[in-house]
């Protein structure tokens, strides 16, 4: 009985690590077909994805939780980068944006501090 239960544990945990594995070559995988599209700047910690077109006002787009850059390119970008600077970023943890593992992921704790000059490059 004992070792059909560490057996049954064995290729849980097989099965776990086998996942974890085939995530990890699948982001390789996508981020080779895809590469990003903007820049990458390191702020507290964290990799942020921006993408910065445009001339006139400057105007950041940040996505919501289950969004990343994508969702303002596909159709605004073009538009809006005609009269405004476009600052579109993928908040840490989105998109192509690295988080610490002990950061949270609530918009209020990602908020840029009053350095607006680590978040907006040029600004």
Do not use: C
């Amino acid at each position: 009985m004992i070792a059909w239960i560490a057996g049954i544990v064995a290729l849980v945990g097989f099965v776990l690590v086998g996942l974890v594995l085939f995530t990890a070559w699948t982001a390789r995988q996508v981020e080779k077909m895809l590469p990003p599209r903007g820049h990458l700047i390191g702020v507290d910690g964290a990799r942020i994805h921006y993408l910065d077109e445009g001339t006139g006002p400057t105007l950041l787009l940040i996505h919501g939780l289950a969004g990343q850059m994508h969702n303002f390119t596909h159709s605004l970008l073009g538009k809006l980068r005609r009269d405004f600077r476009v600052v579109i970023l993928d908040r840490p943890g989105s998109g192509y944006s690295t988080r610490p593992d002990e950061a949270s992921a609530t918009i209020s704790d990602q908020r840029p501090g009053t350095d607006r000059q680590s978040f907006l490059p040029g600004a």
